[in-house]
């Protein structure tokens, strides 16, 4: 193979890596819902007044469901990310939104404990979990294609 060819069929290749990229999320918005919602029920289950018996029962029910969330997401990804093509700007778009969606729920929880609202974390855990179901897939896209054009410069 001459080097005009090989350059050619490494061009090919990272075509087809940037397209199979781009072609899904970076992370599915349904994991990050599902964490969201294992979130809330922790917060649930740690408010003052919930009932012992509803605390456990919904505890183990949390377990199992994050036990099942992860295995699924095990499962189901058909492609992951190699750590030699993941960029500091990608990382950096995940590391603010996830840091966004916490200090939302804190913003919510203090506010609505503030007005002595009655569970008021899980209420600040609903509204995370909704903010992170809104702007999850676009977040995820977002960093697919970041590591994309990482491979394109390649």
Avoid at 22 to 31: H, I, L, M, N, V
Avoid at 75 to 93: E, F, K, P
Wanted: glycine letters at 8%.
């Amino acid at each position: 193979m001459d080097p005009e060819e090989a350059a050619r069929s490494l061009a090919t290749i990272r075509q087809t890596q940037v397209k199979a990229v781009r072609s899904q999320p970076w992370f599915p918005a349904w994991y990050g819902v599902g964490v969201g919602l294992f979130v809330t029920g922790v917060q649930f289950v740690t408010e003052p007044g919930t009932p012992v018996p509803v605390t456990v029962i919904t505890s183990v029910l949390l377990c199992a469901g994050l036990g099942a969330l992860i295995a699924a997401f095990v499962r189901t990804r058909t492609m992951t990310t190699h750590r030699s093509l993941m960029r500091a700007d990608a990382i950096a778009v995940f590391a603010v939104w996830l840091l966004l969606s916490i200090g939302i729920c804190f913003a919510v929880a203090f506010r609505l404990s503030a007005a002595e609202v009655a569970y008021a974390r899980t209420y600040a855990g609903l509204v995370m979990t909704a903010f992170q179901l809104v702007t999850g897939p676009l977040v995820g896209r977002w960093v697919s294609v970041l590591l994309a054009r990482g491979i394109e410069n390649r």
